[in-house]
């Protein structure tokens, strides 16, 4: 009984240690007599002991390394320092532990070895207009390059393009000079737009006057219109009235020499009367004569 439980606890103490547990998001790469036996995805796993090992530890989450600034010579032969972002993913653990040494340094050489042919078939305004087209052109081929090694490019970002201080002075001038030919050109837009308005306005302003005026002219014709017409129609009733009261030339001379009167008021220097209102003031003189005889 005794015997028994010493070998219970021997074979405990040894079988514990090869009893593993592999985490979420992590594999590991077994060996078994010094080659590769199998990968371990996550889960509870047993090695035989003295047999099996462990090779390779490998997480399979998307890992982001920024590589140190690289020299890089544009079509135009600026040197300039540029550095990037690679974000990548081990996809298969076991490429990734035997297809190359040191997968890191590895793609750090191939990146700065890709970014020098890519930048060397630019200019320099093209490298720094260009950004897009350097992160897809090398993702595509880090991508392609790294697939042995069991790793996935999934993203390359050109971080920062730092070129020489004499050519960051050129372009600070020469940005500074564009700034002030747009201000000029948004200025003489702005005056040119403010003249427009300006004419316009004057333009309407004229117009509305001339409305304004020939409104006001008309108005003022036909309230003379309208008085003369008032007038005629005044006459024209009061003779009505007169005929219809059946006046004698007496009265009818009495009121044409009322209209004389108000004529004579006028500015007018000279006065034109009727042949028939002067035979008539002619018998009224006569009679005047003969009455002061009699008295």
């Not at 077994?30 to 796993?45: D, F, P």
């Not at 590895?106 to 490298?127: C, K, M, S, W, Y």
């Not at 008021?265 to 003031?281: D, F, V």
Request: contains cysteine.
């Amino acid at each position: 009984m005794n015997i028994l439980i010493i070998l219970l606890i021997l074979v405990a103490i040894f079988a514990i240690p090869c009893i593993t547990i592999v985490p979420q998001a992590k594999s590991y790469v077994i060996e078994r007599i010094g080659s590769y036996h199998q990968t371990w995805s996550n889960g509870l796993h047993f090695k035989l002991p003295y047999i099996d090992r462990i090779a390779n530890k490998v997480s399979l989450k998307e890992i982001v390394k920024d590589f140190a600034p690289q020299p890089v010579i544009t079509k135009d032969n600026v040197t300039m320092q540029i550095d990037t972002v690679v974000y990548y993913q081990i996809t298969d653990a076991k490429l990734y532990t035997y297809g190359v040494e040191n997968p890191v340094n590895a793609i750090e050489n191939l990146t700065a070895t890709t970014l020098r042919n890519l930048i060397g078939e630019l200019e320099l305004d093209q490298t720094l207009t260009s950004r897009d087209i350097i992160n897809s052109k090398m993702r595509a081929i880090l991508d392609e390059a790294t697939d042995p090694w069991g790793i996935k490019i999934n993203r390359v970002e050109v971080k920062n393009i730092i070129p020489p201080r004499d050519i960051q002075e050129a372009m600070e001038k020469q940005m500074r000079a564009e700034r002030e030919r747009r201000e000029k050109i948004l200025q003489a837009e702005g005056e040119k737009k403010s003249s427009i308005l300006i004419a316009e306005g004057e333009k309407e302003s004229a117009i509305l006057r001339a409305e304004a005026k020939k409104e006001a002219q008309i108005k003022i014709a036909e309230g003379e219109a309208e008085a003369l017409l008032k007038i005629k129609q005044a006459e024209a009733e009061g003779i009505k009235l007169l005929k219809d009261a059946k006046a004698d030339k007496s009265v009818l001379a009495i009121k044409s020499f009322e209209a004389l009167e108000k004529v004579a008021n006028g500015q007018s220097t000279k006065i034109i009367i009727p042949s028939e209102l002067q035979n008539i003031a002619n018998a009224g003189v006569v009679l005047s004569e003969m009455l002061n005889e009699k008295k």
